[in-house]
């Protein structure tokens, strides 16, 4: 009697296995991008435009000493993640890099790290969210808020790696 894998097993009882994402990562830093527009009001303000994948470029937005991030599909379409609503309010800004979560040569997820100033006894101390956007062909949206731990770049790769079935954050 022949061995049969698990696998064949598993494949002939029509139980389907997805590939894991793999990452991809791209700038996300003010001076590292192209600069578009800088305010020069007392609240300072500044948009830039930094390198995606597949087509797809992320608009860096700074406001009030708050950063938020747009996702630009390749036909120019604009998606705002609202990190500033729906991470924190406080005066924040985005980690230097962007993750890109592909399935092959096509995004299906972003993870963007997101720093809040959330104590106001303390605006030195900061807490790091991880942000995670689901990317298809109808949009962009974001639709998690993973909270600091030890384990938390897995849990973003995990969310990440199931986002198309979830839904936007509101």
Same mark, same amino acid.
């Given at each position: 009697m022949k061995k049969i894998s698990l696998f064949l097993l598993l494949a002939t009882l029509g139980i389907a296995f997805a590939a894991p994402l793999s990452s991809v990562y791209t700038p996300l830093e003010f001076g590292k991008c192209k600069a578009v527009s800088r305010f020069q009001d007392e609240a300072g303000g500044a948009?830039?435009?930094c390198p995606g994948v597949a087509g797809y470029t992320l608009q860096l937005e700074e406001g009030d000493l708050r950063?938020?991030?747009?996702?630009?599909? !390749?036909k120019g379409k604009k998606y705002s993640l609202d990190l500033w609503i729906l991470i924190s309010g406080s005066f924040s800004s985005t980690g230097p890099r962007a993750e890109w979560r592909m399935a092959g040569k096509? !995004?299906?997820?972003?993870?963007?790290?997101?720093n809040a100033s959330e104590n106001p006894e303390d605006s030195n101390k900061i807490t790091s969210y991880l942000a995670v956007a689901k990317i298809s062909s109808s949009g962009a949206c974001l639709v998690a808020r993973i909270r600091p731990s030890a384990n938390m770049n897995l849990e973003a790769r995990r969310v990440s790696d199931r986002a198309a079935g979830?839904?936007?954050?509101?």
């Amino acid at each position: 009697m022949k061995k049969i894998s698990l696998f064949l097993l598993l494949a002939t009882l029509g139980i389907a296995f997805a590939a894991p994402l793999s990452s991809v990562y791209t700038p996300l830093e003010f001076g590292k991008c192209k600069a578009v527009s800088r305010f020069q009001d007392e609240a300072g303000g500044a948009v830039d435009l930094c390198p995606g994948v597949a087509g797809y470029t992320l608009q860096l937005e700074e406001g009030d000493l708050r950063q938020n991030v747009q996702v630009i599909s !390749p036909k120019g379409k604009k998606y705002s993640l609202d990190l500033w609503i729906l991470i924190s309010g406080s005066f924040s800004s985005t980690g230097p890099r962007a993750e890109w979560r592909m399935a092959g040569k096509v !995004p299906k997820a972003l993870i963007v790290r997101f720093n809040a100033s959330e104590n106001p006894e303390d605006s030195n101390k900061i807490t790091s969210y991880l942000a995670v956007a689901k990317i298809s062909s109808s949009g962009a949206c974001l639709v998690a808020r993973i909270r600091p731990s030890a384990n938390m770049n897995l849990e973003a790769r995990r969310v990440s790696d199931r986002a198309a079935g979830m839904s936007c954050l509101k």
